[in-house]
């Protein structure tokens, strides 16, 4: 059974702090990752994704990737309040069209 | 640019009674496109995914069927629903290969 496990939270961080979001994956085939932000009773947005190892930047999001140590993160800097949602992670293997989400981590940034 | 197109917003159905749901996308020819299901507080369900007109693959065995009668439509079906298909519904498209998915706006289904 191919898995993609996610704390499920919630984290709670305080406005302006780093929040960290970590997600591991048990099937060594996959090969991009999708980072989601779903906010309450709407449909998932894509934040960024990741197909190599180390650190990809966009803005206040950074995702890191250790296929190695089946290992995907997100970094949020300067957290805001909005950015209160609950995060999903993603993966899909090579040649297959079939992405498998974690049941994602609730985020709270207290104001 | 891409827009995806769900309806209706929500639905509330008693059950046993028929359902069908429509996606479509707008911008772009070819899309992948997949049905997934998120019951509350869960995490998102793969029902069924199509890379072509009349071709479907079903991931999970259901009351459920899906449709694709055009390259940009797709149809989530039912003949009698039950109580735990109650539901958030998300059609999403992708191009290519381990390429992006874009949600719609989704569909919530309550069964009564």
């Known amino acids: 059974q191919k898995e993609v496990e996610q704390n499920s939270g919630p984290l709670s961080v305080p406005e302006g702090a780093i929040a960290s979001l970590n997600c591991t994956y048990s099937?060594?085939?996959?090969?991009?990752f999708f980072w989601y932000r779903q906010y309450s009773g709407k449909s998932p947005e894509l934040i960024m994704f990741?197909?190599?190892?180390g650190d990809k930047e966009d803005g206040r999001f950074t995702a890191q990737l250790n296929k190695a140590s089946q290992y995907v993160s997100l970094l949020i800097r300067d957290s805001q309040p909005s950015d209160s949602a609950t995060y999903l992670c993603a993966g899909v293997n090579t040649g297959g069209f079939k992405t498998i989400f974690g049941a994602g981590t609730r985020l709270f940034v207290k104001a | 640019s891409q827009t995806i197109h769900q309806w209706p917003a929500t639905l509330v159905q008693p059950v046993g009674s028929p359902l069908s749901l429509e996606c479509t996308v707008e911008?772009?020819?070819?899309?992948?496109l997949y049905w997934y299901r998120q019951a509350a507080g869960r995490g998102l369900q793969l029902l069924f995914y199509?890379?072509?007109?009349?071709?479907i693959s079903s991931e999970v065995p259901q009351n459920l069927s899906a449709s694709r009668p055009q390259d940009r439509q797709f149809i989530l079906s039912s003949k009698k629903l039950l109580l735990s298909d109650s539901g958030f519904y998300l059609c999403?498209?992708?191009?290519?290969?381990?390429?992006?998915?874009?949600f719609g706006p989704g569909t919530r289904l309550l069964v009564l």
């Open positions: 990741i197909y190599s190892n």
């Open positions: 911008g772009t020819s070819n899309p992948n």
């Open positions: 099937d060594r085939g996959s090969q991009s």
């Open positions: 199509s890379v072509g007109i009349g071709q």
């Open positions: 999403a498209w992708s191009v290519g290969e381990q390429e992006t998915q874009y």
